[in-house]
């Protein structure tokens, strides 16, 4: 947010662009000049009433070419100024009624406006079929190589993140902090419609507004025209747009308890070949937490530490941005559209921790003694950022033989710092005055700077085959700086360049369709520590192979199988070899010796569909990962210190995944998955460690569409337990109610949601590594409630839903003899 020179930029490109060229400058075009208008009144064919919002498109009556639009306003009058001289007609259209066409309207020099008069239109005679489908969409759409995840009607999101979104789909976990799993692996690629998002993983998907969200894509075996970063796959999040012309929007309020709220809003304005969006979001959500921990250090022969920690502290997620784009539509082959984000987000982690170390001697006199002190423990991440999209799309027919190109650009300063306290205390953990307090402070300093371009071309080949090759760029750059009490320790520069082409193949066969790719990337890294004058560096050319088959079988049955190879490079804070201290007796440090993960995943899965929105599907896996890249802890006998740092391993999994969707009425959907699988994991793992378990998981999700506009949605997840490189993970659940309440002529809802109102989730764990023992858990908040204000304005499907739910009460209502 500190760049004037961007954000002057950015702000005019838009302004300029969308009010400068809305309208033909100077009201000439080709030397003759704009001065007609048309003008009308358009209402209900069967109430006579004033239809607001109604959509007026002019076209040329030669060839049918869309020259310019607008609405109707709440008295269902509209005007069109500045059209050139020329024969024309016009298409009224709003969805729940039927198309209405105007023809023949002559614009001359001595007839330069055209009244059109009272333009009636009909509703449509589809509107209680439509009612059924509209009511019983399946939250999870599956595809030939994603999961679909309907974002928009999911009542346990709103006033959260995309996080909330996903605790109920599968392949996807979440734990108490937030953070995100794709089948059980946290590396894993975030792209915003289809490219990357300025933050990574879980820390881009906890800054999404739910609320400007359409779907998610779970894409878990990607084929090769997708980057092959990620080994467990892509998770692609679709925004909210407008696809018609005129205006809408949506303006999104929460509050919650325990100091949370967050807003947005998200503007749309589509006018002849321009498309506008604007938006902005702000963020400030505080979660509270406490801790256990015991710890057993085996010092030396004669010497034993038994520790216990017990913590109460908070994390503090904060965040806000604005945001821009202009789509222009040259003719209706060519599209260009311009977009770009500035923004900051922030998170900060406060403890206050009671020690309690006690030392045992068995071969001394003095057998125990006991040690207490107080540790505050402040970090904070800030990242700035701002970056550009450009794209362009040219179509060259209307088959699908198209071409698109892409350029991102994204820059900012990306800063950690920390402060650690230390202040001894008697048995009670009141300080010891004549004990000097000990303060440590570290802070690590970078500028990141990403360039990404991209080109794609599709052919179609034949009725159903298509040809797509492309070319992919990367550069990345991070210089920075790591300092200890304000005192520069060590100057890093990261650069990280990927060069990428692919190719792919589909069709169709007798016995099923396919699709083929190959995927070669070339990639150059290299880090320099420039005071400690060691430099790593990677150079290596790799191949990622794709297959993908599908088949329609008999009884409503669907085949689908894939294959895909993936990789996952360790970013640069997993390589540097710094130290930040957690407490006295804890450091965290990267290891540059750390190699990149590849992934060769495998899915077979089987679709029965029950009905339109009803179907079931079990889905087997196998994801075998070389190098995985795990957290570790080592306790350094010698200096007492234990350094958690990461090691490289190999893994596998191994299992199925059941999903149900079943809707018998247009009033309830029942949705419910589960996996279970065996996960084996191979390395030098330590003493007494499992490496094999037999796990599972279990997501239920039902929903209710109750008269006179209310929806009740239910999540429930349970996640059983698991291992680690070192140790356990206990099992886990996570559950939570949303209520929304339609009001304001349903252009206005208040959904109240409740977090785990069930009791307390928290998460266990063990390690176990030579020389020290480590058990404890973590627990955050729960019964959170937030409740969130939305006000949707011109929204036509909101309009259209309007009419459909007064058909659904009135019609329960006659059902149920006015018990409602």
Not at 308 to 337: C, M, P, V, W
Not at 705 to 733: C, D, E, K, L, M
Request: glycine residues 8%; contains cysteine.
């Amino acid at each position: 947010m500190k760049n004037p020179i961007f954000i002057s930029i950015l702000l005019l490109l838009f302004f300029q662009s969308g009010f400068g060229q809305g309208r033909p400058a100077g009201n000439f075009q080709g030397g003759m000049p704009m001065d007609a208008k048309i003008i009308g009144n358009i209402v209900d064919g069967s109430t006579g009433q004033p239809v607001e919002y109604a959509v007026i498109a002019v076209r040329k009556q030669k060839d049918s070419t869309l020259v310019t639009g607008t609405t109707s306003n709440p008295t269902g009058n509209f005007t069109i100024e500045d059209l050139p001289y020329g024969k024309f007609y016009c298409e009224i259209s709003f969805v729940g009624y039927k198309k209405q066409k105007v023809e023949n309207i002559l614009l001359i020099p001595n007839k330069k406006i055209a009244n059109l008069g009272t333009i009636k239109i009909d509703p449509a005679s589809t509107n209680i079929n439509e009612v059924v489908v509209t009511g019983n969409k399946s939250p999870i759409e599956y595809k030939i190589d994603k999961k679909i995840v309907d974002v928009s009607s999911n009542l346990v999101a709103a006033g959260g993140t995309v996080v909330d979104a996903l605790q109920n789909t599968p392949s996807v976990q979440t734990d108490v902090e937030g953070n995100v799993t794709l089948r059980g692996s946290s590396n894993f690629t975030v792209l915003i419609d289809g490219k990357p998002s300025p933050l990574v993983g879980s820390e881009a998907l906890q800054q999404i507004p739910a609320s400007v969200v359409q779907s998610v894509e779970i894409i878990t075996n990607p084929s090769a025209k997708y980057d092959a970063e990620g080994s467990a796959g892509i998770i692609n999040v679709i925004m909210k747009k407008q696809e018609v012309i005129g205006i809408n929007g949506i303006l999104n309020i929460t509050a919650g308890t325990g100091d949370k709220y967050n807003g947005n809003f998200n503007v749309n304005y589509k006018y002849s070949k321009f498309n506008f969006t604007l938006g902005a979001d702000f963020s400030d959500m505080k979660f509270n937490a406490t801790l256990h921990t015991n710890n057993i250090k085996n010092l030396k022969i004669d010497s034993i530490l038994m520790q216990e920690i017990n913590g109460t502290g908070d994390f503090h997620r904060q965040g806000k941005g604005i945001k821009a784009g202009i789509d222009y539509y040259l003719n209706e082959n060519n599209t260009l559209s311009l977009s770009g984000n500035i923004g900051q987000r922030k998170f900060i982690r406060e403890f206050n921790s009671n020690y309690n170390d006690q030392y045992f001697y068995p071969l001394s006199t003095t057998l125990f003694e006991n040690v207490y002190y107080l540790n505050d423990n402040s970090n904070t991440l800030k990242r700035n950022y701002q970056n550009l999209n450009l794209d362009y799309q040219l179509k060259l027919n209307d088959k699908g033989h198209q071409l698109s190109a892409t350029v991102y650009y994204s820059s900012g300063p990306d800063n950690s710092f920390g402060t650690l306290t230390n202040d001894t205390t008697n048995n009670k953990w009141s300080p010891d005055t004549t004990k000097k307090k000990y303060v440590y402070s570290t802070s690590q300093n970078s500028n990141e700077t990403e360039l990404r371009t991209k080109i794609d071309y599709s052919l179609p080949i034949g009725e159903k085959g298509k040809f797509e090759a492309g070319y992919q760029g990367r550069y990345y750059d991070n210089q920075g700086t790591h300092q200890v009490y304000a005192v520069v320790d060590e100057r890093i520069d990261f650069t990280d360049q990927i060069q990428a082409g692919y190719i792919t193949f589909s069709n169709s066969m007798v016995l099923f369709d396919y699709q083929l790719g190959l995927r070669a990337e070339y990639e150059r890294r290299n880090m320099n520590q420039q005071i400690e004058k060691i430099q790593t560096k990677l150079d290596t050319l790799n191949f990622f192979p794709t297959i993908h088959l599908t088949r329609q079988l008999p009884w409503d049955l669907q085949f689908q199988a894939s294959y895909t190879r993936r990789i996952d490079r360790p970013r640069d804070w997993n390589l540097v070899p710094l130290k930040i201290y957690q407490d006295q007796q804890t450091v965290r440090e990267g290891n540059a010796a750390l190699r990149p993960s590849f992934t060769n995943s495998y899915e077979l899965n089987l679709e029965k569909k029950l009905s339109e929105a009803s179907f079931i599907s079990a889905e087997g896996f196998l994801r075998q990962t070389d190098n995985l890249v795990q957290q570790v802890s080592n306790l350094d006998t010698l200096t007492k210190l234990t350094t958690i740092t990461f090691k490289n391993f190999h893994d596998r999994s191994i299992g199925v995944e059941f999903m149900l969707n079943f809707a018998p009425a247009k009033w309830f959907n029942f949705n419910a998955s589960s996996s279970i699988y065996n996960y084996h994991i191979f390395g030098n793992l330590g003493p007494d460690i499992s490496n094999n378990t037999n796990t599972w998981n279990i997501r239920i999700n039902p929903s209710f569409h109750i008269p006179w506009g209310t929806s009740v949605q239910i999540n429930y997840t349970y996640n059983a337990p698991s291992i680690s490189a070192q140790g356990t993970r206990g099992g886990f659940y996570n559950s939570s109610i949303g209520i929304r309440k339609d009001m304001l002529k349903h252009k206005g809802s208040l959904t109240l949601q409740i977090q785990n109102p069930l009791g307390y989730t928290r998460n266990s764990s063990t390690t176990n590594s030579p020389n020290l023992y480590s058990s404890g858990w973590f627990q955050r908040e729960s019964k959170v409630f937030l409740l969130t204000f939305s006000y949707r304005f011109n929204n036509y499907k909101v309009q259209q839903n309007k009419r459909q739910q007064d058909e659904n009460n009135n019609n329960d209502i006659e059902m149920n003899g006015g018990a409602y």
